[in-house]
């Protein structure tokens, strides 16, 4: 495993699943143009500030592109959800309350947003602690998530390298959805990886512009993420990751989870990985699992 391949599947995605990811890519670097096809795999479920959970499947996969220092990539989810109240900022999931957005700005910190529990039809209720709740399952397609970075520096002592990176979600996809905002999202930051021995680190910072919704004003700040992972043998890494930012809806806790994970790499130029992660506020999923794949052609 090399901190160039870490590099390359991006944690600004402000999440332990793509950070946890993101320490398991496996294979060596190499210089000159290179692409890669990436996919993820996960299910996540959590009540956030709601009465009523939200089920989350998403399948995503995407390209890659590589020369020289700089590195861009484009992956799509599609999202299997059984609500309408978690969109997905920034490329991960927040609970805005989607068509009801507008009493996530009106609820009280520590406040247990009602919701009916009646599938199909809103559950009535004063306006500022209820929101409509449809409990079925639909299919979506989500918000494409583009990013691009470049390496600063590159050595082979304990510092690895250092990249700057710019990510952006995009608005394919409006309120109406039920998984998206219709507005952009912009995040610029940076990334460091250490080794030491078998033992890897790896360290990312980004500030957040969200886009707001019509009713409830998204404040911009930064997110952040730490992560350890250990070779054993030469095939299998073990990873522990913590994510955490400052939220972006002024009522709620910031964000913050956990992830544990592991990756095999069977060859050269291929990786898998699976892990779990475990929210630490109401404003993360409960609980979160994952399985992943890079493949890496010049």
Not at 158 to 167: D, E, G, K, Y
Not at 251 to 276: C, E, K, N, T
């Amino acid at each position: 495993m090399t901190d160039r391949s870490l590099g390359r599947s991006r944690a600004a995605r402000r999440s332990a699943l793509p950070l946890a990811l993101a320490l398991a890519a496996g294979g060596a670097g190499v210089d000159g143009q290179e692409i890669r096809w990436t996919g993820m795999a996960s299910y996540s479920r959590g009540s956030y500030v709601f009465d009523a959970p939200t089920q989350t499947v998403s399948l995503s996969t995407g390209l890659g592109l590589s020369w020289g220092r700089l590195d861009v990539s484009a992956s799509l989810p599609f999202l299997l959800q059984n609500s309408q109240l978690v969109s997905q900022v920034a490329g991960v999931p927040l609970p805005t309350g989607g068509a009801d957005h507008g009493v996530l700005g009106r609820r009280q910190p520590g406040e247990t947003v009602g919701t009916g529990r009646q599938a199909g039809v809103g559950g009535g209720g004063t306006p500022t602690t209820q929101v409509t709740y449809r409990d079925d399952f639909a299919w979506a397609l989500g918000d494409p998530f583009l990013s691009g970075s470049a390496r600063l520096y590159e050595g082979s002592g304990v510092l690895r390298s250092v990249l700057a990176q710019v990510s952006t979600k995009a608005p394919l996809r409006g309120l109406d959805s039920g998984v998206g905002t219709g507005e952009w999202d912009v995040g610029a930051g940076g990334s460091a990886f250490a080794a030491l021995g078998t033992t890897y680190a790896f360290v990312d910072l980004a500030y957040w512009w969200y886009g707001d919704l019509p009713e409830l004003e998204l404040g911009d700040g930064p997110s952040y993420g730490v992560g350890l992972s250990r070779a054993v043998g030469s095939r299998v890494s073990l990873m522990a990751s913590f994510f955490g930012a400052a939220s972006p809806i002024g009522s709620m806790d910031s964000p913050a989870s956990v992830g544990l994970g592991a990756s095999y790499i069977p060859r050269l130029g291929r990786s898998f990985s699976a892990g779990m992660a475990i929210g630490l506020t109401e404003a993360s999923p409960d609980v979160s699992i994952y399985a992943g794949w890079s493949v890496r052609t010049r």
